[in-house]
């Protein structure tokens, strides 16, 4: 290979890495968390919203039916009106409904036009956590959002057009894989697992970048085709649609192989099949998990039921159902062919990247290789500072690396763990509960990025922090066991592991953090790397 187009690929390798560093940390930092998004859920709601145990036992579970119609009841829910209900299973015990409900109940009741009601009305969305056993109601709205906020961080990072933003994160993500393996092509068996670790900090970063960037490249590679068509494919879809089907957005989802219900009220009530029956007996019938179902205007005569789930057999393949209730059948023009290539393939993308085609076993290595993943930005960004460090170059623009990117990436790790001390310690009472641990969240990720910006040593500003984080998560999980001690004691018991799980594996991590701590601050430096790295 010339040495013009090495130059060329690392170039393009180091300042593409490092403008885009920050963002990308974040995106496979939170997905990695993401892996357990149903399991760190499960741990913040159910020390709070205990399952009825006696109910449990007695192996009934509420009329579903009943459920929804007290909801339609309660909240005024406008005919016609989208109701989704999620059945409880392993992962979240709980009944789950969500709808859109009117802010001023009267003035829906006053008006005559139920379509005009429904588009003029203010709204707003109930998240409703039901007992599946008691049929309590829990919640109306959930405090309890931090798996929902680490999730909204991996695929927009919380900013506005975010979905498109990390969209072209991913896309030069793989231009950043090109350049690597071009970069590492020459010797790419022979240093395929060469660590170098009684070297200088330039040559262990060096190594450590290169070993987890070789090892996890058909992984990146997965993550940056999928992240692109995932978050960009609305950038295909819009020419698509105004070029090709004139700007029919029913058209382009038809041919798509999906479909999505508009139904309108007809305001003549009709009676509903029982939804536990209904779903159990689609399931048979299927051979499929039905998981929940969308209920469109439930009660009335125009009445539509959506059963959503997956099949047991083949590549997770989602399995979906919409009957119509007053001629109770499945019409073809809401039930389009499930061998859709587009369709199919979309889906099969999604639990790709997700890892949900597979067991825990398969999220503990997609998690073990994010994590990885994570490590390598840091290191690359290290080996970028200290190699300008020791050419005296660019000061300005270490200044800002630090800061902006080593800072940053550190400063997430700190403020996740943060937010899950805050997640477990504040009272389920506290006002905009969720936001505001958002909002502490935010903070001290702020703060610790401005901190990077003064930081002259590396090694020590990356050590503190990993102590810090190591330190909340140990709180975690202290004030759990000293203060819900007894709560998380009686869920294990009854059968509710999870809780259990997440606690052990928060401690793990807080051992983790604490070792790699350790062996950053005790890490003895060449005299010759003091003048240069360690004072930088």
């Known amino acids: 290979m010339k040495s013009e187009t090495l130059k060329n690929a690392l170039n393009a390798h180091g300042w593409v890495g490092l403008i885009i560093s920050l963002p990308l940390f974040i995106v496979f ?28 036992a007695s192996g009934n579970r509420i009329n579903y039916n009943h459920i929804v119609e007290e909801q339609i009841r309660t909240h005024s829910i406008l005919p016609g009106e989208r109701i989704s209900v999620r059945f409880p299973n392993d992962k979240m015990p709980y009944l789950r409904m969500y709808f859109q409900v009117p802010i ?13 009601a429904q588009q003029q009305i203010k709204k707003e969305y109930k998240d409703i956590l039901v007992d599946p056993y008691s049929g309590e109601v829990f919640t109306e709205h959930s405090p309890f959002e931090l798996s929902n906020f680490i999730y909204q961080l991996h695929y927009n990072l919380r900013l506005p057009q975010g979905l498109y933003i990390v969209g072209l994160i991913t896309l030069f993500f793989f231009v950043i894989i090109i350049t690597g ?4 092509l020459k010797n790419l068996v022979k240093n395929f697992f060469l660590y170098r670790k009684d070297q ?17 490249l058909p992984y990146a590679i997965m993550y940056a085709l999928t992240g692109v068509i995932l978050n960009l494919l609305i950038l295909v879809q819009i020419p ?19 479909y999505n219900h508009r139904g309108e009220a007809s305001g003549e009530s ?3 099949p029982d939804l536990s029956d209904f779903a159990a007996s689609l399931a048979q019938q299927n051979d499929a998990e039905v998981t929940g179902l969308n209920l469109f205007g439930y009660g009335d005569k125009s009445a539509v039921i959506q059963a959503i789930g997956i099949y047991n057999t083949g590549f997770n393949q989602a399995f979906t159902r919409y009957y119509q209730v007053v001629s109770d059948s499945y019409p073809d023009d809401m039930n389009l062919p499930e061998d859709n290539a587009f369709s199919t393939g979309l889906l099969m993308l999604y639990s790709m990247h997700f890892a949900n085609f597979a067991g825990t076993d398969m999220r503990l290595i997609y998690f073990v290789l994010a994590m990885a993943f994570c490590a390598m930005i840091v290191a690359g960004n290290v080996l970028w500072v200290v190699k300008r460090q020791q050419k005296n170059a660019y000061p300005k623009t270490l200044a800002f690396t630090r800061g902006a990117t080593l800072g940053a990436c550190i400063g997430v790790i700190t403020a996740t763990a943060f937010a899950f001390l805050l997640e477990r310690t504040l009272p389920e009472a506290t006002h905009e509960r969720e936001h505001v641990i958002e ?4 903070l001290t990720l702020l703060l610790i990025t401005i901190a990077g910006f003064f930081a002259k040593k590396l090694r020590p500003f990356i050590g503190v922090n990993l102590i810090a984080s190591s330190a909340l998560l140990a709180l975690t999980v202290i004030f759990e066991w000293l203060v819900l001690g007894q709560t998380m004691t009686r869920l294990i ?9 997440v606690s052990a594996g928060l401690l793990l991590t807080a051992i983790i953090l604490l070792a790699t701590a350790v062996k950053v601050l005790k890490y003895q430096t060449s005299p010759a790397e003091n003048h240069t790295a360690m004072n930088n």
């Open 29 to 56: 930092w939170a997905g990695a968390i993401t892996f357990f998004h149903a399991e760190i859920d499960q741990w913040a709601k159910l020390p709070y919203y205990d399952i009825d145990t006696k109910a449990k």
């Open 104 to 116: 001023a109940p009267a003035a829906a009741a006053e008006s005559a036009d139920v379509k005009e």
């Open 181 to 184: 393996v071009v970069v590492q």
């Open 200 to 216: 200088n900090t330039r040559s262990q970063m060096n190594d450590m970048h290169n070993v987890v960037g070789v090892i996890s």
């Open 240 to 258: 698509s649609a105004l070029l090709l089907y004139n700007g029919d957005t029913d058209a382009i989802a038809q041919d798509a192989g999906f």
């Open 270 to 272: 009709y009676p509903m």
């Open 439 to 442: 909002y502490a969240f935010g």
């Open 493 to 501: 018991s009854n059968g509710y592991y999870i809780p259990g799980y």
